[in-house]
T-cell receptor
Framework: KAGVTQTPRYLIKTRGQQVTLSCSPI?????VSWYQQTPGQGLQFLFE???????NKGNFPGRFSGRQFSNSRSEMNVSTLELGDSALYLC??????????????FGEGSRLTVL | GESVGLHLPTLSVQEGDNSIINCAYS??????FIWYKQESGKGPQFIID?????DKRQGQRVTVLLNKTVKHLSLQIAATQPGDSAVYFC????????????FGKGTHLIIQP
């Protein structure tokens, strides 16, 4: 069974640009979560989607947004990029219907560098 | 705000010894705890979880202990191997579910030959 797939793996953008990251969850998983990982702040929760609905949201500005499609694939978008947005963006899928149970399966992440 | 934290950023152990990685949490509403392992260049990988109605859970070579009185969580790895070298994160989830998992900063486990 294929794991969580994230694209692109690496990308470089400049300040003010926007970026879209994609995540394909494990087949059959309907919950997709996004996390930002930086050396200073560690892993921080961005948002979680289940059946195309945003179910939970972390404490990030409105420049960070996401969506989920009917096939459970998810995208996240960051607009008006800032230097501090440079990070590893991790997507995780969950087989459980409840947001607070079960094992999260993480992808290998999309490493964003903002210049 | 309340968060999950780890006591040590780095832990060095001899191959074959047992490793103990500690984590303190402050959210008394936390009811679910997970340990993840992250190897260089990879995403976090689930190791073991425990619910607040338990104080111990064992897996293959790993044991998680939960002390709710002092809000302390630990991961014990038996007979540490070179492949155990990674950054280990504890994470918790409160019953409200609004914030996803809260991760600690991580402990880098270094295995010495």
């Amino acid at each position: 069974k294929a794991g969580v797939t994230q694209t692109p793996r690496y990308l470089i953008k400049t300040r003010g640009q926007q970026v879209t990251l994609s995540c394909s969850p494990i087949s059959g998983h309907r919950s997709v979560s996004w996390y930002q990982q930086t050396p200073g702040q560690g892993l921080q929760f961005l948002f979680e989607y289940f059946s195309e609905t945003q179910r939970n949201k972390g404490n990030f500005p409105g420049r960070f947004s996401g969506r989920q499609f009917s096939n459970s694939r998810s995208e996240m978008n960051v607009s008006t990029l800032e230097l501090g947005d440079s990070a590893l963006y991790l997507c995780a899928s969950n087989a459980q219907a409840s947001a607070n149970t079960g094992e999260l399966f993480f992808g290998e992440g999309s490493r964003l560098t903002v210049l | 705000g309340e968060s999950v934290g780890l006591h040590l950023p780095t832990l060095s152990v001899q191959e074959g010894d047992n490793s103990i990685i500690n984590c303190a949490y402050s959210n008394s509403a936390s009811d679910y705890f997970i340990w993840y392992k992250q190897e260089s260049g990879k995403g976090p990988q689930f190791i073991i979880d425990i619910r607040s109605n338990m104080d111990k859970r064992q897996g293959q070579r790993v044991t998680v202990l939960l002390n709710k009185t002092v809000k302390h969580l630990s991961l014990q790895i038996a007979a540490t191997q070179p492949g155990d070298s990674a950054v280990y994160f504890c994470a918790d989830h409160s019953g409200g579910g609004a914030d996803g998992l809260t991760f600690g900063k991580g402990t880098h486990l270094i295995i010495q030959p």
